[in-house]
């Protein structure tokens, strides 16, 4: 070998790639032997050397290029030439959660299957459904893609930092590219989904496009194989007395400011409410400026430990969470923002704006402890207790809703004939579990099954993250009104105590039992978070209800259904219609009401699922052909 160059150099490139020294490590299978590569002709490099493989390009790059002039000059001449089957590129298989989501399809089913929402789910759709052959259509509301997890700056004003202030902004950035890049993909941005009707295989959207605020929007209809709805979810915020004061926003709304606008809603900011994005909300103010104060967390320790403690390998399956849990914590201490369980705000004072709020420790069942409130002042006040899914296209498309609140669907993420559910519309989870079920959303509604090779990461992550998101909801989720709940817990908490004497517990049996009689026939005061309203507390901002009004034309009625309650106290009739508040005024109908609500309407449900005006119905509307 000392006296053949082309046999030194070989061995050379051999020793630096490591290909001799490398030994197996444990539980990994071992390499192939490593030999010594064969000589090129004419004593040229071998295959294995870096100048074999660069020539080895070189020719496959050549050959390419002289069969696409090939082409080119037999369709010059007239002649019909068979298109070329495009390939998977290699480098877009890095997206976590399965990188098959930005591969390219490689065969056609024929169908055609729409996405409603442009959000992690939509987005994970859109490409599974392509990637199965599908042709799409992306209906999204906004002028741009991500929905609210990944909203960004518009393109007209690009920030080369954008992803500081998002989590996973790569995987955003390359499901973008494949869906602006497939030609099986077609996205219809500003389009807004305003009623479905059923259809022969999936229901029939109508669609009218155009700027929220514009005039003669045109009006679309969309007919597909198979429907996926991925509508997300928004922000829900309890009422207490003074939170129709400009300066009290939602946790959303000072993210959006933050991420699309890069704007502060305020110099010296509370953040409060339940759930873990409070941190991300305390995380995007104080990257823009603003100086928290303090993220007040409803839930106390005890109920904290019970919801996130048991079986504690399991989160080890969701590294990215904890990952994200430890940059938030690393950022509240960088800007030495407080972090207190157990705590609320329970009013906002000021006049024409926010001035001062009220912060009070509450217990279990986020009842205000008496003597322990305190003013703070701010000029902002984010709170956010949770989320409400966004249901409207679901429940129209014939969608059911299960007990958790969200739409039920079984393996596949079916939720009615020909329509797919995804995401937050599913229940809150997260961006993680919200891929997932996208991904499995899309690959079914394209033809795919779910035992399919193509889902066994999606199917796996899914199952991760879907006991995370249970996780949140048992740690932080908002206790019941029912007046039945607090005697339960009222015969629980004073078992131990009546157990020293039988007549003390009799007695104390007795008491609870009446006490629940009481309330139920009656309808006193719902308990829970109602104990901080106020009978001159607003509770519909839309139509101005009050507390009060709202519970005494509930009693004078004596109705017991919400469709009925509602006509009566015009609570949820405003513009949002129901949106903010309904969710928040059907639970206290419900509490107030003696026995409850029985005419089983949820407020989620709306013929008309955004508002439209009278002059765009005068016009008929286009069959849309794709």
Not at 17 to 37: M, N, S, Y
Not at 241 to 267: I, M, N, S, Y
Not at 410 to 434: C, M, N
Request: hydrophobic share 40%.
């Amino acid at each position: 070998m000392a006296h053949d160059r082309a046999r030194r150099l070989s061995a050379r490139a051999l020793l630096r790639h490591r290909r001799v020294f490398r030994l197996p490590r444990r539980g990994r299978r071992c390499p192939r032997r490593a030999r010594l590569p064969a000589s090129g002709a004419r004593g040229g490099p071998g295959a294995d050397d870096p100048r074999g493989r660069r020539a080895a390009r070189g020719r496959r790059a050549a050959r390419g290029r002289r069969a696409a002039r090939g082409r080119r000059a037999a369709r010059g001449r007239g002649e019909r030439v068979p298109e070329r089957p495009r390939r998977a590129r290699r480098r877009n298989r890095g997206v976590r959660n399965g990188g098959e989501l930005v591969t390219g399809a490689e065969r056609t089913t024929g169908r055609r299957v729409a996405v409603v929402g442009g959000g992690p789910a939509g987005l994970a759709a859109a490409v599974a459904a392509a990637n199965a052959g599908a042709h799409v259509t992306l209906v999204e509301s906004s002028d741009v893609l991500g929905g609210q997890y990944w909203r960004h700056l518009p393109a007209e004003r690009p920030s080369a930092s954008e992803g500081r202030l998002h989590h996973d902004f790569d995987t955003f950035r390359a499901l973008e590219r494949r869906v602006r890049g497939d030609e099986r993909i077609r996205v219809l941005d500003e389009a807004s989904v305003w009623t479905v009707e059923p259809g022969d295989a999936a229901p029939v959207l109508h669609v009218v496009r155009g700027p929220v605020d514009g005039a003669d929007r045109p009006r679309l209809v969309i007919g597909a194989d198979a429907v996926v709805v991925a509508t997300g979810a928004h922000d829900r915020t309890l009422p207490f007395p003074g939170w129709e004061l400009p300066g009290v926003t939602t946790g959303g709304a000072a993210q959006a400011f933050a991420k699309g606008e890069r704007l502060a809603l305020g110099d010296r900011v509370v953040v409060a409410g339940a759930g873990p994005f409070l941190l991300a909300v305390a995380s995007s103010l104080a990257a823009v400026g603003s100086t928290v104060l303090g993220v007040h967390e409803a839930s106390r320790v005890p109920r904290l430990a019970a919801g996130w403690l048991p079986e504690p390998w399991q989160l080890v399956g969701a590294p990215t969470k904890l990952l994200e849990l430890v940059g938030y914590v690393a950022g509240q201490v960088r800007h030495r923002i407080p972090y207190e369980t157990g705590s609320a705000v329970v009013a906002a004072h000021g006049e024409g704006r926010v001035e001062r709020v009220t912060i009070a420790k509450v217990d279990a069942r986020w009842r205000p402890v008496p003597g322990t409130e305190r003013d703070v002042a701010c000029d902002a006040v984010c709170v956010s207790h949770g989320f409400t899914p966004r249901l409207e296209v679901a429940l129209a498309a014939g969608c059911r809703v299960g007990s958790a609140g969200g739409i039920d669907a079984d393996a596949r993420q079916a939720a009615a004939p020909g329509v797919f559910v995804a995401g937050e519309a599913t229940g809150v989870g997260g961006v993680d579990l919200a891929l997932a079920e996208g991904r499995i959303a899309g690959h079914c509604a394209a033809g795919g099954g779910i035992d399919d090779d193509a889902l066994a990461r999606a199917v796996a992550a899914r199952a991760t993250f879907g006991r995370f998101a249970r996780r949140i909801e048992a740690a932080h989720g908002i206790p019941a009104l029912r007046p039945e709940d607090a005697a339960a817990t009222a015969r629980s908490d004073a078992a131990p105590a009546a157990a020293r004497s039988e007549d003390g517990a009799a007695t104390a049996r007795s008491g609870a039992a009446d006490d629940a009689r009481e309330n139920t026939c009656a309808g006193t005061a719902p308990d829970g978070w109602a104990q901080w309203l106020h009978d001159d507390t607003i509770v519909c901002r839309c139509e101005e209800v009050r507390y009060g009004e709202l519970r005494r034309t509930a009693r004078a009625s004596g109705a017991s259904g919400l469709r009925a309650l509602k006509l009566s106290t015009r609570a949820g009739l405003g513009i949002c219609q129901g949106r903010i508040c309904g969710r928040s005024v059907e639970q206290l109908l419900d509490a107030s009401v003696p026995g409850g609500l029985r005419d089983g309407v949820t407020t989620d449900r709306r013929p008309l699922q955004t508002p439209i005006r009278l002059g765009e119905l005068a016009e008929p509307p286009v069959t849309d052909p794709g």
